[in-house]
């Protein structure tokens, strides 16, 4: 079946350390993957971080990166320097291209940076 | 834009009692999703609409759930005979489409927390 699986949580880095969150996928019932990385930040709603649709590109916003790889069926999300503001909840997210399929959420990865 | 509005945000019922939760999605998207988030089974599908038509409610518990999206601009979900484990957060996101191509991004509301004592 379709599925996400992501590194488990709590994750614990200190401020300016690098930061990377294992994200693989099982896409047996979907033709073109698309996928997403989401934030929950602590008292906000679930937002979008980023998205790439096309294998083989990378996506970035507010310095974290994924590149989609559809060799190894992944979709790792990494920063170089992380800031206390980036401690969140984190999950990784499949969907097709097929336009309004529901998206398929990992576990989600609890993220804590200490200053 | 005020983004995706749920309401109640939080809702406490006893067991049994009926349960109405709320979405307002953005305006001008064509399509609304509902999930549930526990922590013992994440985050899950329920149901999605797209120009107001059901299209999908295969993660619908098939007893005492029930989708609704009457109008553009809202949708609701009623759970009939609440039990506790029907205790959850509950998710609407919508959507509208990119391009010709590739997956609507989905927008999230901040969630109804249903507490059933």
């Known amino acids: 079946g379709d599925s996400v699986t992501q590194t488990e949580g709590p994750v614990t880095v200190s401020e300016s350390e690098s930061l990377i969150i294992n994200c693989t996928y099982s896409a047996t019932s979907i033709a073109y993957p698309n996928l997403f990385w989401y934030v929950r930040y602590p008292g906000e709603g679930l937002q979008l971080l980023l998205k790439v649709i096309t294998a083989g590109q990378k996506g970035s916003s507010r310095g974290f990166e994924a590149t989609y790889n559809k060799e190894t069926t992944s979709f790792h999300l990494q920063k170089a320097s992380v800031q206390e503001s980036d401690s969140a909840v984190y999950y990784c997210?499949?969907?097709?291209?097929?336009?309004?399929?529901?998206?398929?959420f990992g576990t989600g990865t609890t993220v804590s940076v200490s200053p | 834009n005020a983004g995706v509005i749920q309401t109640p945000r939080h809702k406490v019922t006893g067991k049994g009692q009926e349960a109405t939760l709320w979405c307002e999605p953005i305006s001008g998207h064509s399509a609304v999703f509902w999930y549930r988030q526990t922590i013992v089974q994440g985050l899950e599908f329920l149901t999605y609409?797209?120009?107001?038509?059901?299209?999908?409610d295969s993660g619908m518990p098939k007893e005492r759930f029930s989708a609704q999206m009457p109008n553009q601009s809202h949708s609701t979900l009623k759970i009939q005979s609440t039990q506790p484990q029907d205790s959850a957060v509950y998710l609407c996101?919508?959507?509208?489409?990119?391009?010709?191509?590739?997956?609507?991004?989905?927008?999230f509301g901040p969630g109804t927390r249903l507490l059933v004592l």
């Open positions: 997210a499949l969907g097709d291209d097929q336009g309004g399929r529901a998206l398929i």
């Open positions: 996101a919508s959507s509208s489409r990119q391009g010709r191509t590739g997956q609507d991004t989905q927008y």
């Open positions: 609409f797209r120009n107001q038509a059901p299209i999908d």
